[in-house]
């Protein structure tokens, strides 16, 4: 028997960009698609710089009225304290993912390495990976609890992590690292079905296929949408993908 189908609407860099008229636009377009619809996002929604945070991040309550499912970390959403980080992240009433941020100290960073969606019998994991800020090869990791692991390594620990204690049956990566990094890592680690990608700003009208993967980013400042009808097969899904005008 074969799994339904189901649809991902994705954003990603929209820099404090969305306004309540496109987030009212997201939210017809996911009620539109239907109940197997997941709303996500790839990072750097909110106005805060690298190493400056503020208190109110009006982006995440218009992300809330959109809907969203979940968001991976961009680089404006990290800070190097945690304090600064857990003020970035607290508005977020969606699980916000980075599978290769962790604590030094053995404190965890507040947010989570994947999360699972169903629709009836199918089985959707979503995990989330960011351009690393602080390594330990860094000076500047002394000020901070926080380090990355590499996307493309993490992207193998985490795949073989999932598949063994979730059992998907499709496998999403929510990726802020670039669509160089997002290439090298569906070139190098099968088992990805799609990687919904940020942080370059890349416009990908119909997507870039890499292998059996596909790459997926809708440009940035809230200009466009992607949507991805997925499509069952005997073997799997077949993944349409387009942008749309907001």
């Not at 636009?25 to 990072?43: E, P, Q, V, W, Y």
């Not at 590499?150 to 795949?159: F, G, M, N, R, S």
């Not at 999403?172 to 370059?200: F, M, Q, W, Y």
Request: aromatic share 8%; charged share 20%; hydrophobic share 40%.
């Amino acid at each position: 028997m074969k799994k339904p189908g189901f649809t991902v609407i994705h954003t990603n860099d929209f820099h404090n960009k969305l306004t309540r008229e496109k987030a009212g636009a997201l939210a017809t377009m996911k009620a539109d698609a239907g109940a197997n619809t997941l709303l996500i996002d790839a990072g750097d929604a909110i106005s805060a710089g690298n190493v400056t945070y503020h208190l109110s991040e009006p982006v995440y309550d218009l992300m809330k009225i959109a809907g969203y499912d979940a968001m991976t970390m961009g680089n404006r959403e990290f800070h190097f304290s945690r304090s600064g980080l857990n003020a970035k992240l607290a508005q977020a009433s969606f699980p916000v993912l980075c599978a290769n941020l962790y604590s030094a100290t053995g404190d965890p960073p507040p947010v989570r390495r994947w999360t699972s969606f169903h629709f009836a019998d199918l089985k959707v994991i979503v995990f989330g990976l960011t351009v690393p800020m602080i390594t330990d090869r860094m000076k500047v990791r002394i000020a901070s609890p926080y380090r990355f692991a590499a996307p493309k390594i993490c992207a193998d620990e985490v795949l073989d992590t999932i598949k063994r204690d979730e059992h998907p049956d499709v496998v999403i990566l929510l990726s802020h690292c670039g669509l160089r990094t997002d290439k090298e890592i569906a070139e190098n680690t099968p088992g990805i079905d799609l990687i919904v990608g940020g942080h370059t700003h890349s416009i990908l009208p119909t997507g870039e296929r890499v292998g059996q993967c596909l790459i997926v980013q809708a440009g940035s400042f809230a200009r466009y949408a992607g949507v991805v009808e997925a499509h069952a097969t005997e073997d799997g899904y077949d993944f349409n993908p387009r942008l749309v005008e907001l």
